[in-house]
T-cell receptor, first 118, second 112 residues
Framework: GAVVSQHPSWVICKSGTSVKIECRSL??????MFWYRQFPKQSLMLMAT?????????EQGVEKDKFLINHASLTLSTLTVTSAHPEDSSFYIC??????????????FGDGTRLSIL | QKEVEQDPGPLSVPEGAIVSLNCTYS??????FMWYRQYSRKGPELLMY????GNKEDGRFTAQVDKSSKYISLFIRDSQPSDSATYLC????????????FGQGTRLTINP
C-alpha cells in the first residue's frame, strides 16, 4: 500500500519552456502533498507544502510564480516549472501523506522527475 | 549547527556484516523518527517509522531511538548487496506537524 506515482520520470526541454510534473497517490487519499528538490549527493530540500483545495505554502527562497503548485483533488498534485532555465535543472520529488492534517502518518515518496533544461 | 546531523559516509562493508547508521539531532521536541532508503535516481522509500524512544524491528532492520541522548540508529543485519543505497534519517515535531527535517544521508555500499 501507500504508493505514490510521479510522472514523467525524465524530461529534457529547451530553455523558456514550461514543464508540468504530476504526483498521484494511487491507493490512498492524500490531503497533504509535498514537493522537494534534490541536488546530486545532497539531501532533500522542501520547496512547498500543498493541501488539497487551498494554496500551497512555499518555503523561504522558493519563487511561487516560478514553481506553480496545484492540488485540486485528494489524489493529484501538480508542479509546473514556468519558463524553465538551465539553473532549474534538478531532481524533483513529490511525497504524499495519508489522512488529514492532524494525523501522524509518514510521508511516502514518488520516484522523482529528472528535469534537464538545455 | 544543523538540526539533524548524519555522517554522509561513504560507508563500505562486506556482505553479511551488521551495519549501523546513526543520526543526532539538536531539537528535543522531535517525536516521530523515520528512516528512508534511496536508490540512485529513485525517490526515498520508507523503511522504519517510530514514535518517541525505544526499538522497532522489521525483518533485518532495527530502528532505535534514544531521546535522552538525541540519537537515532538503524541497524541492518546480514547485509546484502541490494542494501547498497543512500539512507536518510528524518524526523518530525508532533502529530500533525507537516514538515520533515532530513539528515544529509549516508551512502552505503555492501560488497559481495
Amino acid at each position: 500500500g501507500a504508493v505514490v506515482s510521479q510522472h514523467p520520470s525524465w524530461v529534457i526541454c529547451k530553455s523558456g519552456t514550461s514543464v508540468k510534473i504530476e504526483c498521484r497517490s494511487l491507493d490512498f487519499q492524500a490531503t497533504t502533498m509535498f514537493w522537494y528538490r534534490q541536488f546530486p549527493k545532497q539531501s532533500l530540500m522542501l520547496m512547498a507544502t500543498s493541501n488539497e483545495g487551498s494554496k500551497a505554502t512555499y518555503e523561504q527562497g522558493v519563487e511561487k510564480d516560478k514553481f506553480l503548485i496545484n492540488h485540486a483533488s485528494l489524489t493529484l498534485s501538480t508542479l509546473t516549472v514556468t519558463s524553465a532555465h538551465p539553473e532549474d535543472s534538478s531532481f524533483y520529488i513529490c511525497s504524499a501523506r495519508e489522512g488529514g492534517t492532524g494525523g501522524n502518518q509518514p510521508q511516502h515518496f514518488g520516484d522523482g522527475t529528472r528535469l534537464s533544461i538545455l | 549547527q544543523k538540526e539533524v546531523e548524519q555522517d554522509p559516509g561513504p560507508l563500505s562493508v562486506p556482505e553479511g556484516a551488521i551495519v549501523s547508521l546513526n543520526c543526532t539531532y539538536s531539537n528535543s521536541a522531535f517525536q516521530y523518527f523515520m528512516w528512508y532508503r534511496q536508490y540512485s535516481r529513485k525517490g526515498p522509500e520508507l523503511l522504519m517509522y517510530t514514535y518517541s524512544s525505544g526499538n522497532k524491528e522489521d525483518g533485518r532492520f532495527t530502528a532505535q531511538v534514544d531521546k535522552s541522548s538525541k540519537y537515532i540508529s538503524l541497524f541492518i543485519r546480514d547485509s546484502q548487496p541490494s542494501d547498497s543505497a543512500t539512507y536518510l534519517c528524518a524526523m518530525r515535531l508532533y502529530q500533525g506537524a507537516q514538515k520533515l527535517v532530513f539528515g544529509q544521508g549516508t551512502r552505503l555500499t555492501i560488497n559481495p
